[in-house]
């Protein structure tokens, strides 16, 4: 087992940001090192315990995937070792756990797949019978496998604050507003990519016994207007991971993400504003254990 890291030092390179699990450095000016820690948010708030291995088991399995799912469209992928652009002091920093990418404008929403009807998409349909605007057929329980995967883009929260499910129409507008006049366009084709990329990983993933519920893709586009694959595939971290073995409906089945901590927390007396309340020791390990076993799963086995 590794050290944690819950915050990258590296000074060879100019730090652009810290999101809620990346760090983010320029690599001139047109390529990004993104350095994945062992820091874990829950609710939209980064909690103060790293996970030991996170950050190297979410880099192997976006990897993975991005040259599994390359044919149906580009990605950010370089194929640049990280290790041989920063100092020789720093590389352990980067070493299993960062990327080299190319450097996109992202598209201004989260593009999430769902599958099932589980987390904030059963609560709209409890609510209206609807997710994002779609209507779905009465009377499905929680859990439930959609007669087909839908898309229901969300709004970029910034740390601490939360994603807003958004109509396609919404979606659409704010891809214009940030993009131009390519903006509606590219929102259909990400729409699109996104539906493509989670029906073959799903399939996949139940060829090795688990079930994909519900995954989020982010994607950016290049001076030349061609829209790329970008930011983390397919983790534990994006996705909604539950045994085949287990599921049942009409309750939330156990998975593999880090749904385990948000059920924790959900005992707690915790507003779900920063700071977050520290994590028990046993937790931590947990959590630690189902991303590995995710990803000896999908990528190992």
Not at 220 to 243: C, K, M, N, Q, Y
Not at 255 to 273: A, I, P
Request: aromatic share 8%; with cysteine; proline share 7%.
């Amino acid at each position: 087992m590794s050290t944690p890291l819950f915050e990258s030092s590296i000074r060879s390179l100019p730090l652009l940001g810290r999101g809620k699990v990346r760090d983010i450095y320029a690599v001139g000016n047109d390529k990004l090192l993104i350095v994945t820690s062992d820091r874990l948010s829950a609710f939209d708030v980064i909690l103060p315990d790293p996970i030991p291995d996170k950050g190297r088991v979410l880099t192997a399995m976006a990897s993975f995937w991005f040259a599994k799912l390359g044919h149906i469209i580009p990605n950010q992928i370089t194929g640049i070792d990280p290790e041989t652009v920063v100092d020789i002091s720093e590389r352990e920093q980067v070493r299993d756990r960062a990327l080299v990418v190319r450097r996109l404008k992202p598209l201004p929403i989260e593009a999430v797949v769902r599958g099932y009807l589980i987390g904030s998409g059963w609560k709209d349909y409890q609510s209206n019978g609807a997710i994002c605007g779609i209507l779905l057929p009465p009377e499905l329980r929680q859990a439930a496998k959609l007669p087909q995967p839908i898309f229901t883009p969300a709004t970029k929260a910034d740390v601490g604050e939360h994603d807003e499910n958004i109509p396609f129409g919404h979606a659409r507008a704010l891809c214009t507003e940030i993009i131009g006049s390519s903006g509606a366009a590219l929102a259909e084709q990400a729409r699109d990519a996104s539906i493509a990329l989670y029906r073959e990983a799903a399939d996949y993933a139940a060829g090795r016994g688990i079930l994909i519920a519900d995954t989020k893709f982010e994607f950016g586009v290049d001076d030349a207007g061609t829209l790329h694959l970008i930011d983390e595939v397919l983790t534990p971290d994006s996705s909604r991971f539950w045994p085949q073995a287990d599921y049942r409906e009409g309750v939330s089945p156990p998975s593999f993400d880090k749904q385990y901590v948000r059920d924790y927390l959900e005992t707690l007396d915790w507003n779900k504003k920063a700071p977050a309340p520290r994590l028990p020791k046993e937790v931590i390990a947990r959590t630690a254990d189902k991303y590995r076993e995710a990803y000896s799963r999908l990528v190992q086995n």
